[in-house]
């Protein structure tokens, strides 16, 4: 099976000197099509920090990063937010829902980011709830949403451009174990149905979900 | 279009979820607008005032004393003068001009000082305007006077036809006109320049200024050039020409105008700054959305916009209550001695330094938002 993102030998350092942090030593790994892999470590194994680099949020000190045939590792910031765009959806902890907007609507911002827009981006919105179960709280806004639709509108956010790759921070944390046990069946669907998923998590429970479980410690991969 | 919409909608939401920071955001437009509006329309209303003899006049040339500085204190000019500067070639017409202060007596006792506007009886370049009761004809009278009614109760006069001194000699007002301000507060009185000269026991022969109507095609720099040269003591100016000079005078040595535009400058600053202060606060609330819509690839212009469409309303929705409450005290203080004018342009203006100073509030968040790091949504 080709993977669908690489890593070879990534290494990232926060800082210079005295004071410089390697918080990747040699990462490599790869996510594959139709597969949920789960990132495993302590707090400052380098779990986040690989999550990002392997976003296309942060280029990492040194190493060579792919998407299919693209190495994107050297690629300008400007050109990596159009790979982030185009390729990757993202799902946060926290949500980062805009609270002034409804579930649609926050849907539509990220559908207006790939030029989707009026009644079509009105319609795919709907679409992309309704795919994760929130069709009749469309129109709610995210303070009228219990955690778990928040996070479920995250992810419906995240999928509005169609992104190859999903990366989850921490997507089960703020949830209790039965919304969590939804939304992790989400990414599994999601993951079945040929995306790539990589989820950073603490939470033992959702262990039995993932293909793949990577453990990290002290920035590399140890298994 | 469409891209705009949608950050037009989050540029409002933003505005409208604090309710009270969109107030204060508010507040601080309007007072901006309305100090900047009436203290610029006090500018306006001043300059108006101060050349209303000059553009009133249908002279296209003013003949003045050389040194003369404004309408309001010219010097004596023999009025042979204009016998002269009716042979240059280019000049129709030539009218003498007087502008003379005087002490007025009022009926019930008391004086005020006024100033004498004397032109010659009839069909003149320069007269009274905006006349409500009497006529330009009734001036011929020998002791015809007429007066603004925004004056009237300052001098003692309820109506036509009441009589009363004006350094100690008869006369009679004749008629009213409306509008008519000075910037000096000594109202002007209208005559025929033999009442004034009577009045203000001026010899005959004097004048103030000598008024020119060019002849149909005549070059009006070529009919000024000669006036000096044929002239050596006078300076001719053409009518926008002089009015400048004489609003420039009032409003700049007076230290009026630097006043007023000080205060409007000192509107544009509180303007600025509260707008920024709100701005960048909701920003900065804003901010964990602002790296979630990075991270997810947005381009940095995608959350400009969105700021600036946040001022952009605020100066729009703002100026539009402010321009409101402006316009209204302007059509208050149409009796007020000193009244501030809202020309179209003044507005226009106002709107658009509005929404230069929205903008420029938002050059802070937008700073704030561009050192967003993308991969802080994870912290």
Redesign the interface.
Known sequence: MTALLQAHDVRHVYGRGPTAFEALRGVSVELQRGEMTLLLGPSGSGK?TL??VL?A??RPTSGRLMLGEQVFSGLDL?AL??????H?G?V?Q?Y??????TAA?NV???L??I?V??AA?KRRARALLEDVGLGDRAHAFPAELSGGQRQRVAIA??LAPNPTILLA?EPTAALDSQTGAQVVGLFRRLADEGRAVLIVTHDQRILPSGDRIITMEDGRVVS | M??W???T??AW??L??DRVRLIATLVGIIFSVVLMGMQSGLLVGFSRTTTGLITHSRADLWIVPKGTVNVDLGGPLDERRRYQVLEIPGVARAEAYLINFARWQKPDGGTESVQLVGQEPGDVLAGPWNLDEGSVEDLRRPDAVIIDRLYAEKLGIEQVGQVIEINEKRARVVGFTHGIRTFTQSPYVFATIANVRRFADSPEGRAGYVLVELATGADPDVVEAAIEQRIPDVEAFQKDDFAKISSDYWLYTTGAGFSLILSTALGLVVGIVVVAQTLYAATID?L??Y?????????SS?LYRIIVTQAGIGAIVGYSIGISIVSGLVLASRQASAAPALPFSLAVWLGILTLGMCIAAATLSVRKVMAID??S??R
């Open positions: 986040t999550l990002q976003g949020l942060l400007a937010a159009r790979l982030r765009l185009n990757f993202f946060f926290a980062n829902l805009f609270p002034t907007l609507e539509q911002v990220a207006d980011l030029a827009r009026g981006a956010r995240a921070d | 469409g891209s919409s949608m950050t909608l989050l939401r933003n409208a979820h804003r964990p959305e790296a979630t819509l990075k991270a997810m690839g947005a381009p995608y993308p991969v949504v994870f």
